[in-house]
């Protein structure tokens, strides 16, 4: 399964060190969906590349978009395409089976009480000791499937591919477009 991840790039970094595309940033997570640092670190990611474009693109509403933007911690943005193992195993949020099963209904998995959705993901990491993550519904789209991998992730997924992000980019100009942000280049 080819997954998409947007962070901030360190060109230099190898691929599960700082500022590498599966560099799981435990020590800087703690606000986000479904962290719980103590625990795990994770890496949130989506099927979709315009995904995760489009939530770090997000807090810039009502802005214009420059090619500043696009950069984080001093670093370039980009898009990693990371191939998931087809064995890794997946906690679907998105499956109305496994809602049922866990006691959890859908307007819990996409609040964004995150004291609520930090809780729901500590106890699925528990309950479920060989799933490699959880996948859900963005709440920008809910046809965007997102994935919200643990660290545990790491022996079964690789990187296929790691670009720069630019304003010219077709994905950069869909999240714009979607996001209502004009383009300045």
């Not at 719980?36 to 693109?57: D, F, I, M, Q, T």
């Not at 809780?119 to 993550?133: C, D, I, K």
Request: contains cysteine; glycine residues 6%; charged residues 25%.
């Amino acid at each position: 399964m080819i997954l998409f991840r947007c962070f901030p790039w360190d060109r230099e970094a190898k691929s599960g060190a700082r500022g590498g595309p599966l560099w799981f940033p435990r020590m800087l997570q703690g606000p986000g969906r479904h962290d719980n640092p103590l625990a795990y670190g994770c890496l949130y990611v989506s099927e979709e590349p315009l995904s995760p474009v489009v939530e770090r693109l997000a807090r810039f509403r009502g802005r214009e978009l420059t090619s500043d933007k696009l950069v984080s911690f001093g670093r370039e943005l980009a898009l990693a395409a990371l191939d998931l193992s087809e064995a890794a195993e997946l906690v679907d949020l998105d499956e109305p089976r496994v809602l049922v099963q866990e006691g959890l209904k859908p307007s819990q998995i996409a609040t964004n009480d995150r004291s609520v959705t930090q809780m729901q993901a500590s106890e699925l990491f528990e309950a479920h000791p060989t799933a490699v993550g959880l996948r859900w519904w963005s709440t920008f789209e809910s046809l965007w499937a997102n994935v919200t991998l643990f660290d545990r992730a790491d022996p079964v997924i690789e990187v296929t591919d790691v670009h720069a992000l630019d304003v010219g980019d077709d994905v950069v100009r869909e999240a714009a477009e979607f996001l209502g942000l004009p383009i300045s280049t």
